[in-house]
């Protein structure tokens, strides 16, 4: 089919015209020569179609990647375990195929390092190409269609491109009565509604089976073709049989209503009569609406319901067309499938009585026939008319007829009594196309000649030449049984000459007839007849052709011999006058035929029947595609005929005048012939003279304009235009000179003559708007005079060489097209749209041009365009620029051009790279964004291009586009102006540039200078940032990615924000088709309210309707993305996560061949801290990374830091060491368990590289205790538990792991090597040194140090919710953090103060005074470790004496660990002053002035070492007052408290870390025990979540087992402090004030109380019984201490028998008075206070109350029988001590009475009497009382 008779270029499609009119007879053959504008219809209908292969590109793309998930931390689940299950379940079948996609996960072998399977043995590739899963879904053609003016190709037109075709067979036909008979009938497409025939007749026969010969016919089908379905469309079958004999079987029979069957003489009688009788009479009729259901037949009984009806009627008819019926499939082929065809039976065949017309048919009030008894059987079945499949055949050219018969690419179903044949391959193909006869079997199928095809506005494709006859009524004054036969003649000359053989014949197979019969009209006055008479026509005819009718009369009736007609009369009818009509014509009858009688003069001569009325009636239709109905087309044919054979007059202007006057013919005629016409007309210009040529011209655009305007589709191009310049137009098939010459040139002097200014009539603007027909027809000239050159002398296989184009012709095309380009700037400014279609036109011409002609004649013209369109032009220039160049560089060829001198590179893309930079800075953003995406596209054409997968073609690329890097690089603010989509498409570029560069040229980006690099490396950084992949749901370990970009309201829906513009409209299209396609597939998307799901939450109504108002886009991206069904939403996920996923690893490549480039220092970069890699590294680890990334990340972090460490280990790289340190544990967190391994090794390589650089790891571990205390605050260290108590997290217990992974030696090694990295990879040799330094102990003691942290931070956050609660609990947690982070000073420092705030707020203001000392304190510290402070180490010692907390082992490495933003640069001088003066001020909050003393001494130093005068003099004031204080304090007559104390024990299970422990509390002075009681219960009562909580009532020792368990107790004891030299084995009572004694420091770590308890079991017992226990705890630390409570870590207890207590209790009270007595006083006037203790003490001592005190003593000892008890040593000590009690007793009145006024005589009075009855009482006991007084 294809005979590729130029070339390779063109492609012939040869013409399936039908066979029988393909031989045009000899009618027409031998007058070809004669007549050229025949010649031109004859070969414009013969010749192939010949089709340019290039024209409309040709693009073979790669089948595009799979991709697989990537494995993402998310709070969801563990997708990877799932895939690998999901894997698993995978039949084995699956594996092997997957073995040959390639790899497209970068799947990594340990011996190959990530080493893409698909690519191995080529390229390195970390990962896949970004670049595919930007554009995943990228779609040449329809990324074509997308660009003004572009050009579609038209399916090739065959007349059927919308129809329908139903073809119908007749399967059988049966009477009640029997089938005896032959029967014969017609079938056709017929209007009800029009009454008026659509299709020619399919005529079959039916025989009964005695008679069916071998070869049967009625199997053939009959092909029908419609436009659209429509319910008047029906089926007319009309039947008819052999004439009845007279006195035979009469057809009655077969209409009875009883049930008859024919008798065997019957049917003999019938089968002899209908051997002898060749006529026929119509026996009945029946009319079958296909697409109408509900319609009863016309003949009364329910018509069988219609057979198209359901599937078709409803829809509209495209929709019809194209989707399979419910029971007919859209089968392409012919071949009988049983599936797709319907069977009807038709009976309600309507008996035909006497004659019936057309008309009768349809009258309603006809009265209705008997119906006949039978049974018609068809077959009907619908075709598709599908343009594709015959497309495809013929693209694939293969030699079946099979599809391409039927298929679009028809022709057209005209002519065709002569079938092809359908299903069957042409066993023969003749070389015009035509089938040979002897082939043509009896099963081919009719193709129905289209009545509409004459009628349509089409121009004809095809050879028909032929009148239909139908001969209607013969009025006769008597009953005939009458026939009529019908000839063509020549002429009316000699009647025996025989008659022109052109009747078609009624059988099939049958060569043409000389005539023709009708039916028989049997016994009929007026005699009907419904035949149709089918002639062909001559090619030319004169006057003298004509038909002949001869009437016949017959005797129904054998009589000796079979019955002879007789010729009735004649009638005549010449061609010339009446063929066109369409109406009915009347003829008069004559009875005799004399020569010549056409001729009006022998007309008197003739004699007429019935005297001479037209009495025959009769109706032609002449179906021609040669003889054109138009007189002016006419005209031009004849004119043209002359000119070309030179007969017309030399004159020549008759031509013109018809040339003329053809914008006058009317458009269905002009459409019609329009092929021929253009034909002629370019011949015209091709070679006629140069008036000739203009007025052909004109015409022609004319012509052209009127065809364009008419076009109904509203399309660019008309698409029979476009059919004529792809198929048709052939350059006279080479017999002629070719037109571009003549056509440039005339069009060129008409473009020139416009430019100089002459008027040249508005026909200007249309040849301009139809430029691109012109511009094409000159190319595909030029193409085909190329193909034909060296069609012969071309080697096999070669293409063909571009051709040169002739200087002259050369010349004329530059100037024309230079006309034009400045028509089109000149109408571009006037904003009028011709401009840009011509524009378009223009590029396309320079496109084709590529293709054929020498490119750097082409380039001429292309520099030409870019001269005129220079810079930065206005908008609408500026778009027309872009869109020639988007033409331009769409050529197939567009990689392999050659540039402009022979030493450049590709030109075009060259002046693309320049045209595009410069566009990025155009101000108009949308020209921005065009110019992006050309780019893109262009980048993604090549990228999937078959022909350029190689490695060196890739890398060929990659160079022509690589200088656009250079110009982003040099103008950076371009790129850093455009809007973030326009960002990630330059990216993109960048990305796909930079992969496929070789080494050596990437490093020609470095070399140039430092800043360059740097910015090459920022753009990478934008890769990052802009494709990082970022799901809705993440929140927690993402870091900051919560900003959402705002990017340019897009005008389509925005689905995602990652991925190429062109997602977004493959995915409304898809949610369309999914709408669309099926509401009811089980699932109800909810379209989501857009604000719902929108990812900056709105926090009210009112600001989400704002929101809603503001944002222009109507829905966010996420919500659309919500309602995207889940298969397309999963599919834009995928895509996202692996473009993230590629971009990641594509910039980890390119980092890792600077980092091995680097070390060559061979590269302009910064080599004192390698910046580019540390903002890299920096940034990579910050963003969202999937599984793949990490894996592929660890082996090049590891080779960096061989390469590098010690530059990015040096302290400038601090900020960068601290950033990755941070990431590292921020991964040792994820749940996914093989990135938390990875994090693992991270931390590992950095303390290799630790150990390596600075032979410890002191630093690294400031750096980690830093970050972890920064990632403390952005993990969930707790989770909520169901009965909302808090535990501790996931996330805290993967960072455990991951820190004691680090240290597990044992697994060290298999970690590594599961990472890819060498078992030794932590062997750390630092240089010049032979041994590793790596020291496992050394790590262990750094991940408990962080651990350590970790559980600080962790104990803190599960206080969270009773923080304010439980106050101690939170100082505490508050006081671990501190001391966990103590290496960090400004850790350390951050949480003292922490504490301190939280002290201030309860009013613990000594405990906050010492929070304060201790930051000072670490301050203090670091100033003396650097030397450059006022203070040494006796003052650090000083301030340890008042907080004994501070530590000496503050390192130097930590003191000096500068990291980014912590460090020693905080600690100075000044700081260590202010939070002095802090501790300063809360220590007289608290009244603790002794220790404010000892602050200001260690601020003084400082004041004198800055000469501060001001400040000293202010401290000394300050001094002054606390001396002051002090001694008020002292001399205060009741002694000073700073606390109580209380002992605390919880014992309980729900007390958690709290159970069976001992704290002493110190509390405010006023806090009595009741209080804390309650304020306990009331902290604790809150946990225990209906434990019951019990208070232990005494203060006994607790056996914790032998409470009850379940139930929670606490146990308060009131306890005293302890004195440094205290006596605790001392028997007395302890009074505090007797140890006030001097000013100390009240610091205290030991306590006691006292508890009485009897040894004899009973509660409570008298003096005599009561023992005593005395109980010292000693605690972690001493108070004030940073926390109110301390634990107790030692508890010792004494026992006192009850005469010690007694002999105690007594020694007290001397003491208190004694001391109260010797106090020395420091002046006489200060007796208040004095006289008031005084008093206090003395009424306690001896005003008598029996059995108190004294007395009880004497009572319980010395009186019977305990008295005996006593051991005569203790009887001495008791009396002794009671005789010196009642003696101080006696010297304390005496003072009294001198201290008193008046006032107090009664009181000193009641004093006397109260001793001297004492001393009586005792006087009892101890008689020696009274003389010792």
């Given at each position: 089919m294809e005979t590729s008779s130029s070339g390779y270029r063109f492609r012939r499609i040869p013409h399936h015209s039908f066979a029988g009119s393909l031989n045009l007879d000899p009618l027409l053959d031998e007058n070809l020569e004669q007549w050229p504008h025949l010649n031109e219809l004859v070969q414009c209908y013969r010749t192939d179609w010949v089709k340019d292969e290039n024209k409309y590109g040709h693009y073979e793309s790669v089948s595009p990647p799979s991709f697989q998930s990537q494995i993402y931390e998310c709070p969801d689940t563990d997708i990877e375990t799932e895939m690998h299950l999901a894997n698993a379940r995978r039949p084995k079948i699956e594996d092997s195929i997957d073995g040959e996609i390639p790899s497209t996960s970068g799947?990594?072998?340990?011996?190959?390092?990530?080493?893409?399977?698909?690519?191995?043995?080529?390229?390195?590739?970390?990962?896949?190409?970004?670049?595919?899963?930007?554009?995943?879904?990228?779609?040449?053609?329809?990324?074509?269609?997308?660009?003004?003016?572009?050009?579609?190709?038209?399916?090739?037109?065959?007349?059927?491109?919308?129809?329908?075709?139903?073809?119908?067979?007749?399967?059988?036909?049966?009477?009640?009565?029997?089938?005896?008979?032959?029967?014969?009938?017609?079938?056709?497409?017929?209007?009800?509604?029009?009454?008026?025939?659509?299709?020619?007749?399919?005529?079959?026969?039916?025989?009964?089976?005695?008679?069916?010969?071998?070869?049967?016919?009625?199997?053939?089908?009959?092909?029908?073709?419609?436009?659209?379905?429509?319910?008047?469309?029906?089926?007319?079958?009309?039947l008819e049989k052999p004439a009845t004999e007279e006195g035979g079987v009469s057809p009655s029979v077969y209409s009875r209503k009883e049930p008859v069957h024919l008798t065997e003489r019957e049917k003999q009688k019938l089968q002899v009569w209908s051997r002898i009788m060749p006529y026929r009479e119509s026996f009945s009729w029946a009319i079958i609406p296909l697409f109408d259901?509900?319609?009863?037949?016309?003949?009364?009984?329910?018509?069988?319901?219609?057979?198209?009806?359901?599937?078709?009627?409803?829809?509209?008819?495209?929709?019809?067309?194209?989707?399979?019926?419910?029971?007919?499939?859209?089968?392409?082929?012919?071949?009988?499938?049983?599936?797709?065809?319907?069977?009807?039976?038709?009976?309600?065949?309507?008996?035909?009585?006497?004659?019936?017309?057309?008309?009768?048919?349809?009258?309603?009030?006809?009265?209705?026939?008997?119906?006949?008894?039978?049974?018609?059987?068809?077959?009907?079945?619908?075709?598709?008319?599908?343009?594709?499949?015959?497309?495809?055949?013929?693209?694939?050219?293969?030699?079946?007829?099979?599809?391409?018969?039927?298929?679009?690419?028809?022709?057209?179903?005209?002519?065709?009594?002569?079938?092809?044949?359908?299903?069957?391959?042409?066993?023969?193909?003749?070389?015009?196309?035509?089938?040979?006869?002897?082939?043509?079997?009896?099963t081919a199928d009719f193709e129905a000649f289209d009545f509409r095809t004459t009628t349509r506005n089409e121009p004809f494709l095809q050879l028909f030449h032929c009148l239909y006859v139908y001969p209607l009524t013969v009025s006769m004054s008597r009953k005939r049984n009458?026939?009529?036969?019908?000839?063509?003649?020549?002429?009316?000359?000699?009647?025996?000459?025989?008659?022109?053989?052109?009747?078609?014949p009624r059988e099939p197979g049958v060569p043409l007839q000389k005539w023709s019969h009708t039916q028989v009209a049997v016994g009929a006055r007026v005699a009907s007849y419904h035949d149709e008479i089918k002639v062909s026509l001559p090619a030319i005819w004169t006057p003298s052709h004509h038909l002949l009718f001869t009437f016949y009369h017959v005797d129904l009736q054998t009589k000796l011999e079979a019955p002879k007609p007789v010729v009735i009369g004649y009638a005549s009818l010449p061609l010339s006058t009446h063929a066109q009509f369409r109406s009915e014509i009347s003829l008069p009858i004559i009875k005799e035929l004399v020569p010549h009688y056409l001729q009006e003069s022998g007309k008197e001569r003739l004699d007429y029947l019935e005297d001479g009325k037209n009495i025959f009636k009769l109706r032609l239709r002449l179906c021609s595609s040669l003889y054109p109905v138009s007189e002016r087309i006419r005209d031009f044919f004849l004119e043209y005929d002359r000119h070309t054979l030179r007969t017309s007059p030399p004159w020549g202007s008759e031509l013109l005048e018809a040339i003329n006057s053809l914008k006058n013919v009317d458009s269905t005629a002009l459409l019609q012939f329009l092929y021929p016409i253009l034909n002629m007309l370019l011949h015209l210009i091709g070679n006629g003279g140069e008036t000739l040529q203009v007025a052909a011209f004109r015409a022609m655009v004319?012509?052209?304009?009127?065809?364009?305007?008419?076009?109904?589709?509203?399309?660019?191009?008309?698409?029979?235009?476009?059919?004529?310049?792809?198929?048709?137009?052939?350059?006279?098939?080479?017999?002629?000179?070719?037109?571009?010459?003549?056509?440039?040139?005339?069009?060129?002097?008409?473009?020139?003559?416009?430019?100089?200014?002459?008027?040249?009539?508005?026909?200007?603007?249309?040849?301009?708007?139809?430029?691109?027909?012109?511009?094409?027809?000159?190319?595909k000239s030029m193409a085909l005079e190329q193909a034909r050159s060296f069609y012969h002398n071309l080697p096999s296989g070669e293409d063909v060489p571009p051709m040169q184009l002739k200087e002259g012709v050369f010349r004329c095309v530059v100037q024309l097209y230079d006309c034009l380009l400045t028509e089109v700037h000149e109408r571009c400014k006037k904003g009028l749209s011709l401009a840009k279609h011509l524009n378009s036109s223009l590029a396309f011409f320079c496109y084709d041009l590529l293709s054929i002609i020498e490119p750097r004649q082409v380039f001429e013209l292309v520099s030409l365009y870019l001269d005129k369109f220079s810079g930065v032009c206005q908008t609408v220039l500026h778009d027309c620029k872009l869109t020639f160049l988007q033409i331009i560089c769409d050529h197939d060829l567009f990689v392999e051009m050659p540039g402009r001198d022979p030493s450049d590179r590709n030109y075009l893309s060259s002046i693309l790279i320049q045209e595009i930079f410069l566009t990025w800075d155009h101000d108009d953003l949308s020209m921005r964004a065009k110019a992006a995406r050309i780019l893109v596209v262009l980048m993604c054409k090549h990228e999937f291009d078959i022909r350029y997968q190689k490695q060196e073609d890739k890398l060929y690329i990659a160079q022509l586009y690589f200088p656009l890097v250079g110009q982003i690089l040099d103008e950076m603010p371009v790129f850093y102006n455009l809007s973030t989509i326009e960002k990630r498409e330059v990216l993109i570029i960048f990305l796909q540039i930079v992969r496929n560069l070789d080494d050596e040229s990437l490093v020609k980006a470095w070399e140039q200078s430092i800043a360059r690099t740097r910015l090459f490396f920022k753009l990478l950084e934008e890769c990052l940032m802009h494709f990082e992949h970022r799901k809705p749901a993440d929140g927690m370990l993402v870091g900051s990615s919560s900003r959402s970009v705002i990017g340019d309201g897009p005008a389509s829906p925005k689905y995602s924000d990652r991925l190429s513009?062109?997602?977004?409209?493959?995915?409304?299209?898809?949610?369309?088709?999914?709408?669309?396609?099926?509401?009811?597939?089980?699932y109800l998307w909810q379209r989501v309210n857009s604000q719902l799901s929108s990812p900056s939450q709105p926090y009210s109504l009112r600001e989400a309707l704002a929101q809603a108002q503001s944002s222009r886009i109507g829905a966010s991206a996420l919500a659309l993305r919500e309602s995207l069904h889940p298969i397309l939403r999963q599919k834009l996920e995928l895509w996202e996560e692996n473009l993230s996923a590629a971009v990641s690893l594509q910039v980890l490549e390119v980092s890792e061949k600077f980092s091995r480039t680097a070390v060559t220092k061979h590269i302009a970069t910064d080599y004192g801290k390698l910046d580019c890699i540390t903002s890299i590294f920096m940034n990579v680890f910050s963003r969202n990374q999937p599984l793949s990334f990490w894996k592929a990340l660890v082996p090049v972090f590891n080779s960096v830091f061989e390469l590098h460490g010690a530059t990015l280990m040096a302290r400038e790289n601090d900020r960068f060491l601290k950033q990755i340190a941070f990431h590292l544990l921020r991964l040792a967190v994820f749940r996914n368990d093989n990135i938390r391994k990875r994090a693992v090794i991270g931390l590992q390589i950095l303390i290799?590289?630790?150990?390596?650089?600075?032979?410890?790891?002191?630093?690294?571990?400031?750096?980690?205790?830093?970050?972890?205390?920064?990632?403390?605050?952005?993990?969930?260290?707790?989770?909520?538990?169901?009965?909302?108590?808090?535990?501790?997290?996931?996330?805290?217990?993967?960072?455990?792991?991951?820190?004691?992974?680090?240290?597990?030696?044992?697994?060290?090694?298999?970690?590594?090597?599961?990472?890819?990295?060498?078992?030794?990879?932590?062997?750390?040799?630092?240089?010049?040194?032979?041994?590793?330094?790596?020291?496992?102990?050394?790590?262990?003691?750094?991940?408990?140090?962080?651990?350590?942290?970790?559980?600080?931070?962790?104990?803190?956050?599960?206080?969270?919710?009773?923080?304010?609660?439980?106050?101690?609990?939170?100082?505490?947690?508050?006081?671990?953090?501190?001391?966990?982070?103590?290496?960090?000073?400004?850790?350390?420092?951050?949480?003292?103060?922490?504490?301190c705030d939280a002290h201030q707020e309860m009013q613990s203001w000594a405990e906050a005074a010492q929070c304060a000392v201790a930051v000072a304190g670490v301050v203090m510290q670091a100033l003396v470790c650097r030397n450059d402070g006022v203070w040494s180490k006796d003052h650090v010692s000083a301030l340890r004496k008042i907080c004994p907390m501070v530590s000496s082992d503050i390192t130097s490495e930590a003191s000096?660990?500068?990291?980014?933003?912590?460090?020693?640069s905080k600690l100075t001088v000044d700081s260590a002053v202010k939070y002095l003066q802090l501790a300063n001020k809360l220590f007289s909050q608290a009244e603790l002035f002794h220790f404010c003393a000892s602050i200001l001494e260690l601020v003084i130093p400082v004041y004198k070492s800055r000469k501060a005068y001001g400040q000293l003099a202010k401290c000394h004031t300050m001094l002054t007052n606390i001396y002051e204080s002090i001694l008020e304090q002292e001399s205060s007559p009741i002694p000073f408290t700073d606390a109580t104390y209380y002992r605390v024990g919880f014992y309980g299970e729900k007390f958690g870390k709290l159970d069976r422990k001992e704290y002493v509390y110190r509390e405010p002075r006023d806090v009595r025990l009741g209080d804390i009681m309650e304020k306990l219960s009331h902290v604790y009562e809150s946990r225990m979540d209906g434990t019951t909580l019990h208070v232990i009532p005494d203060s006994r020792q607790v056996k914790a087992d032998e409470l009850q368990p379940g139930v929670c107790y606490l146990q308060i004891t009131a306890v005293d402090p302890v004195m440094e030299d205290e006596d605790l084995g001392s028997r007395r009572e302890r009074i505090f004030s007797l140890s006030t004694g001097s000013v100390r420091a009240r610091v205290f770590d030991r306590f006691l109380f006292d508890t009485p308890f009897t040894k004899n079991g009973k509660t409570q017992g008298g003096?005599?019984?009561?023992?005593?226990?005395?109980?010292?705890?000693?605690?972690?630390?001493?108070?004030?201490?940073?926390?109110?409570?301390?634990?107790?870590?030692?508890?010792?207890?004494?026992?006192?028998?009850?005469?010690?207590?007694?002999?105690?209790?007594?020694?007290?009270?001397?003491?208190?008075?004694?001391?109260?007595?010797?106090?020395?006083?420091?002046?006489?006037?200060?007796?208040?206070?004095?006289?008031?203790?005084?008093?206090?003490?003395?009424?306690?001592?001896?005003?008598?109350?029996?059995?108190?005190?004294?007395?009880?003593?004497?009572?319980?000892?010395?009186?019977?029988?305990?008295?005996?008890?006593?051991?005569?040593?203790?009887?001495?000590?008791?009396?002794?001590?009671?005789?010196?009690?009642?003696?101080?007793?006696?010297?304390?009145?005496?003072?009294?009475?001198?201290?008193i006024g008046e006032e107090d005589q009664d009181f000193h009075t009641q004093l006397v009497n109260g001793f001297q009855s004492l001393t009586a009482e005792l006087s009892h006991y101890i008689p020696a009382i009274l003389s010792e007084l």
């Open positions: 799947t990594q072998h340990s011996e190959a390092n990530f080493s893409d399977l698909s690519n191995a043995k080529v390229s390195k590739h970390f990962g896949e190409s970004p670049l595919p899963t930007y554009e995943p879904v990228f779609d040449w053609e329809n990324e074509r269609s997308l660009i003004f003016g572009q050009r579609i190709p038209e399916a090739h037109m065959s007349q059927y491109t919308s129809g329908l075709k139903i073809a119908v067979k007749v399967l059988s036909l049966s009477f009640q009565a029997g089938l005896a008979e032959p029967f014969y009938g017609t079938i056709c497409l017929y209007n009800r509604e029009r009454r008026e025939k659509l299709s020619e007749d399919f005529i079959f026969h039916v025989l009964p089976t005695e008679m069916q010969e071998a070869s049967s016919s009625h199997e053939r089908r009959c092909i029908f073709h419609l436009d659209a379905p429509s319910a008047s469309i029906c089926l007319l079958i009309q259901s509900n319609i009863t037949s016309v003949g009364g009984s329910a018509s069988p319901s219609s057979p198209l009806a359901p599937s078709v009627s409803a829809s509209s008819s495209q929709e019809g067309i194209t989707e399979p019926l419910s029971k007919i499939t859209a089968d392409g082929k012919l071949g009988y499938s049983n599936g797709n065809s319907i069977v009807v039976e038709v009976s309600n065949l309507n008996k035909v009585k006497e004659g019936y017309t057309e008309e009768s048919l349809q009258d309603p009030k006809r009265k209705v026939h008997k119906p006949v008894k039978g049974v018609l059987k068809l077959e009907i079945e619908k075709l598709p008319a599908s343009s594709a499949e015959a497309e495809n055949a013929l693209e694939s050219g293969s030699l079946t007829y099979d599809s391409l018969d039927h298929g679009d690419h028809l022709t057209d179903a005209t002519s065709m009594k002569c079938p092809t044949n359908g299903s069957f391959e042409m066993k023969e193909l003749v070389r015009n196309g035509s089938v040979a006869h002897e082939n043509v079997e009896n009458m026939f009529i036969r019908v000839e063509l003649r020549k002429d009316d000359t000699d009647i025996r000459k025989p008659h022109l053989e052109a009747m078609h004319n012509i052209l304009t009127r065809v364009q305007q008419e076009s109904v589709d509203e399309a660019e191009r008309n698409a029979f235009l476009v059919n004529f310049v792809d198929y048709a137009f052939d350059d006279f098939g080479g017999r002629q000179p070719p037109v571009y010459p003549g056509l440039s040139t005339v069009w060129g002097s008409l473009a020139r003559s416009k430019a100089k200014g002459y008027r040249v009539g508005p026909v200007y603007d249309d040849v301009l708007a139809m430029a691109w027909f012109f511009l094409e027809l000159i190319v513009p062109a997602i977004n409209h493959y995915m409304s299209e898809a949610a369309r088709q999914e709408v669309r396609g099926t509401p009811d597939n089980g290799r590289s630790s150990f390596s650089y600075f032979m410890q790891t002191g630093r690294l571990r400031v750096m980690l205790t830093i970050t972890l205390s920064e990632l403390m605050s952005e993990v969930q260290v707790t989770q909520m538990k169901p009965d909302g108590t808090l535990e501790e997290s996931g996330e805290a217990r993967r960072l455990r792991n991951s820190l004691e992974e680090m240290v597990d030696e044992a697994k060290s090694s298999s970690l590594l090597v599961e990472s890819g990295l060498p078992e030794n990879a932590l062997v750390a040799v630092p240089e010049g040194l032979a041994e590793n330094r790596w020291s496992w102990s050394e790590v262990k003691f750094l991940s408990e140090s962080l651990l350590m942290a970790l559980d600080a931070s962790l104990e803190h956050a599960l206080l969270g919710s009773v923080m304010n609660l439980d106050r101690y609990a939170a100082a505490e947690s508050f006081y671990k953090l501190a001391m966990a982070f103590s290496p960090v000073p400004d850790l350390h420092i951050m949480w003292l103060l922490h504490l000096a660990a500068e990291v980014e933003g912590y460090g020693a003096l005599e019984d009561q023992w005593k226990r005395r109980t010292v705890l000693q605690t972690e630390g001493s108070f004030p201490a940073l926390v109110n409570r301390l634990l107790v870590i030692k508890s010792e207890s004494l026992e006192f028998s009850p005469v010690e207590n007694a002999i105690g209790m007594i020694e007290t009270r001397t003491a208190a008075l004694r001391n109260e007595l010797e106090e020395p006083r420091s002046s006489e006037g200060d007796q208040l206070p004095r006289l008031q203790s005084l008093q206090r003490i003395l009424q306690g001592s001896v005003a008598v109350q029996v059995n108190s005190g004294v007395l009880s003593v004497c009572t319980a000892f010395l009186s019977g029988e305990p008295a005996t008890r006593l051991r005569s040593q203790e009887l001495q000590q008791l009396i002794a001590a009671l005789l010196e009690f009642m003696a101080v007793c006696k010297r304390a009145i005496r003072v009294h009475f001198r201290l």
